[in-house]
């Protein structure tokens, strides 16, 4: 009898501390969507350019001191986004993408690739175009793109983080026509190769070429390269 007993009251506590468990586990996910909800409403309306300083305000804000991760905030982002702008956002989306292919083209001999929001799919409206070239001669960038007739507003050097081989890039900010701004980086030919992990998605950053780019705008113009996790 007595060992009946102690193994209902073994079973009786496991059942509670799970209950416990998943009261806990269901009461931080409800926090940390509050202050990716709240940390994605301070990058949208520009209250904030960086998602680690949107999380750490947007928490203090709550009075949370949990984190979300980055993707957490890039999924409620694309989320306001999508309520806010609706089939806007998605013909911004083809028209960037096709100012993009415009710029590369331009710069098809320096192996330009497109990354960022407008390569990923996710651009909403406060996106620019980021494009990445590569040369060791970034004169010769600049007169490619003045030869256009592209209207720059802004170069800059920036430098590389803190880290051994890390190099310095030069940035060149255009405004279109369209008021949309495209950012043209200047890398090293011998950066060509390196692949970087995304630091909201997680992923490897894998952008399009002239060639892809080309590709998606005739057979899926609007599509997205995101991680399967992302929606979930």
């Not at 301070?42 to 993707?71: D, F, M, V, W």
Request: glycine share 4%; charged share 30%; proline share 3%.
């Amino acid at each position: 009898m007595l060992l009946r007993w102690l193994l209902k009251c073994q079973i009786k506590t496991k059942i509670l501390f799970a209950m416990f468990e998943n009261s806990a586990s269901h009461s931080s996910n409800v926090l940390r969507k509050k202050v990716a909800r709240e940390a994605a409403v301070l990058l949208y309306s520009s209250q904030e350019k960086e998602y680690k300083q949107a999380k750490e305000k947007a928490a203090l804000n709550l009075g949370i001191r949990i984190l979300p991760t980055n993707l957490e905030v890039a999924r409620e982002l694309d989320i306001i986004a999508e309520e806010n702008e609706g089939q806007l956002r998605k013909d911004r989306l083809l028209r960037m993408r096709k100012e993009a292919f415009e710029i590369m083209s331009t710069l098809k001999s320096f192996n330009p690739k497109l990354v960022g929001s407008v390569w990923r799919g996710t651009a909403n409206i406060n996106s620019d175009i980021d494009i990445t070239v590569y040369s060791f001669d970034r004169n010769l960038i600049l007169e490619k793109v003045e030869e256009k007739g592209f209207n720059i507003i802004k170069t800059e050097v920036i430098s590389g983080p803190n880290q051994k081989g890390a190099k310095e890039s030069f940035h060149i900010t255009v405004l279109l026509s369209s008021e949309d701004k495209a950012e043209i980086v200047v890398r090293d030919p011998d950066e060509k190769n390196q692949k970087n992990r995304c630091e909201i998605y997680g992923d490897m950053i894998e952008g399009l070429d002239i060639d892809h780019l080309s590709k998606i705008l005739k057979e899926d113009p609007l599509k997205r390269f995101i991680p399967k996790n992302f929606l979930s």
